[in-house]
């Protein structure tokens, strides 16, 4: 494991140099802003009738089409939507990358899973923050960091590792701790974490959690405190202190009803699940399948959605946190 703080960074692989961040949403305006305050050049690269791209003049950055954002930077980060980053680099990106530019990126997928071959003389490397990019933004204000993880997939200059590392720095990550991985680990463990426990799972728990208190009877209200209000406080103990501080934390009765059922709930069905969660995403199926998704109008998925927006939790929901006065608008 290879792991760097700030100490051992220098930001000299981007000094003077330019950085094209495309894309102006959750780590879009989040690198750029860091960047920025970190003393790099930025300049934001958006498509004609892009609505964050006000958002971005307002933050004070000259906004450029994507294209010309490719020209101008010397580091040309793509944090455009998965999903799209394969259209817009064959339209806009590809024929305008130079010699011994750096093309970055946040998450490995189009890479990983082949949707995107940059030419052999350009250097590839990824720095993926490991949280959301408002956090990335309001963190680095904080005076800390999100940490990132970094790799190299191409390195046609050789400095690749320096420029990577940089970029790291420049955005926060380092301050928290930078950790080397490849395209093929951080994509495919990415992908997971998000399906089998952060999004997918940790929502379906928390459904199944409210649905069975509701069914028996008792009150939605109490059921969505119960279930979803009261996972921020136990998630934020073991983000101080692991799984140890969380069930130092809670009562005894918590603690030992915890051991004997958790088990039941999430066992070995659970764990059968998540390998061909897991299978899936190696073998490039779920790819395929978002892509085909994206490509035929996303039916489906806004089908999911809207499902999930009239929902009996999200509607409860809705209700109490417009009575939570102490909750951020
Ligand atoms: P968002 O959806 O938040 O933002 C996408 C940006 O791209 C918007 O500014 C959007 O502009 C712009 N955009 C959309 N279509 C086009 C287009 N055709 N041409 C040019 N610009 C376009 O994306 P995220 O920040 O969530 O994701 C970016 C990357 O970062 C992805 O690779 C993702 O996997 C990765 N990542 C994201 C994390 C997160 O916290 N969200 C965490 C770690 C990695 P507009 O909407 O105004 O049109
Ligand atoms: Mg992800
Ligand atoms: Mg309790």
Redesign the pocket.
Known sequence: MRMFYDKDVSMDALKGKKVAILGYGSQGHAHAQNLRDSGVDVVVGLHDGSKSAARAKEDGFEVLSVADATKAGDVVMCLLPDEVQRIVYAESIKDNLKEGQTLAFAHGFNIHFGYITPPEYVDVIMVAPKGPGHLVRSVYKEGSGVPDLFAVYQNYTGKAEETVLAYAKGIGGTRAGVLETTFKEETETDLFGEQAVLCGGCEELIKAGFETLVDAGYQPEIAYF?CLH?MKLIVDLMYEGGLERMNYSV?ET?EYGGYVSGKKVIGEASKAAMKEVLADIQSGKFAKDFIAESESGCKKFHAMREEQYSSQISETGRQLRSMMTFLKK
Do not use: F, G, P, V
């Open positions: 119960e009261e009562s918590a």
